[in-house]
RNA sequence: GGCGAAGUGGCCGAGUGGUUAGGCAGAGGUCUGCAAAACCUUGUACAGCGGUUCGAAUCCGCUCUUCGCCUCCA
């Protein structure tokens, strides 16, 4: 079975061969660091984690290439903007390089709390400024590219090509919705800017053949990726909301320096609206990674997010949040089953699922399929775990390496084996285990002399502070409810 | 205005020219001292109007609505 990756570019479903057989170079892009990561950041590192975790499943050597945003980026337009983080610096009274260096390590806090799994590569803006020079030199070589008053423009007309990935390929006509023409030395009014000038008391600058000054919005990628991937790369990933500009002055100033095509796939991800619109930090509505975590599991938030597809709008809701969480919580609870379960004599064919999960996953990576397989196997699962007859330790032990494999090791949902689910994070707490074989000796006594009173007493003021009890047929157990 | 995506049962959310998506919530039941969990049963959806077809929610057209991009944004 092959697989098949949605290419923003033909915008069709493309059977995924790489440029080298076996490896796969892959480019994500990655967040400015000027504030804390929001749940749309979770979405888009969550779906690419994915992928990434799908490809070296699949046995291809992936080398993941994510950089760090800490320059470039302005509030407002190329000519009159202000750099976002300097103005956080700003506000924070404090200089760009702390800002980025702070949020840079808030984000992979962040990131390595909902699992998901460091980039190969992650290479800064501002260590790459030579890299970006040099593409630079290049495009003015080759003719794209102009220098005027220590500003340097990628010429649109150059690369009759440009827009291709967002269909905006007509630069003259879009001129014409323009509101205001803006002040500028540019020949054409959607050149974009390769270098810039710096203004007075800009912090961030760097001496170039031009000016002092700093690199445009989209040359690090260009430059970045060429650097650690090579002049084509495999898949280029990122929100949809940069498919223009970014991505189109991506692929103009590459395509234009190299002479040969960029990105072979183009993936985006879709955004995470909240109340049906947009989360986005200038609209103010953007739901904090680390507010969310003071009372969701993380790993309900990866469930939710691979819950639908990643080209998929997703809605933020509580409510949706609440089944989430407990939908995750049954998979987990069939995971416990299976790993606490006493061997039967019925065999249990585990295949017919591998081969869903495998097809879906296959199939543009979707996760919301492959979740529905693990919800199909667990029913199916627990009911033959219900028969008297129960399934042999052989079949017991493909389910629980499915599990593993699928839930923990590819959608990292689940816990990890052998760790007691739900209990992870007071495992290594012997006192507790202590206190609660004692409380749990003492209901024991209590539901044997009758005394539900005391017994009911004792397990609702455990649930009171988080802590579960069930009675099952294989004795009981308990764990800590995730989110409190 | 231009470019693009989408409208699915109470909610979330996949998919498909004719066969149960899945989850959450709800109802009934089995089990249990009671709960919880699990299992069984139950809902029979695909914006509207035309068209193509033996057959469309799935293809085509139109209409309505929503969302994203066209300023930085995952």
Redesign the pocket.
Known sequence: MSLFIYNSLS?TKEKFEPLHPGMVSIYV????VY?H?????A???VSFDVVVRWLRYKEYHVKYVQNI?DVG??????DE?ED?IAKQARIEKTDPMEISQFYTRSFYEDMDRLDVLRANIAPAATAHIPEQIALVEKLIATGHAYEIQGNVYFSVESFPDYGKL???T?QD??Q???RIEMRSDKRHPSDFALWKKAEEGHLMKWNSPWSVGYPG?HLECSAMSMKYLGETIDIH??????????HDCEIAQSEAATGKPYVRYWMH?????VN????????KN?VNLKDVFKETDPRVIRFFVL???Y?????Y?E??I???T??L??LR??QR?ILEAKPGSAAFNLEPFIDRFTN?MD??F?T??A??V???L??????A??RNEGITEESRQQAAAFFQTAGTDLLGILPLHGQTIGRDTVQTNKKLDGIMNILLELRAEA?NN?D??L??KI?DRLLSVGI??????EGVNWSSKPGV
Not at 29 to 32: F, R
Request: aromatic share 4%.
């Open positions: 915008r892009c990655g967040p400015t504030g990561a929001h749940l749309g950041h979405k888009s590192y945003t980026h302005l509030t407002d337009d190329a903007g976002k967002s269909g905006r007509d006509a879009l014409s919705g323009v919005w990933g990122g929100g949809m909301e940069n498919k223009f500009p970014h991800n879709n955004m995470v609206t049906g619109v947009k989360m986005g930090k200038s609209l953007s819950q639908s597809h080209r998929s709008q997703l809605d809701s409510s949706a609440k089944a989430s407990t939908g919580e049954k609870e069939t089953r879906a199939d543009d979707n919301p399929v979740l529905a693990l919800f199909d667990s029913k199916s699962i627990n009911a775990l219900d539901r009758k539900f009173a017994s009911d397990r579960e009890i069930k009675d099952t047929k």
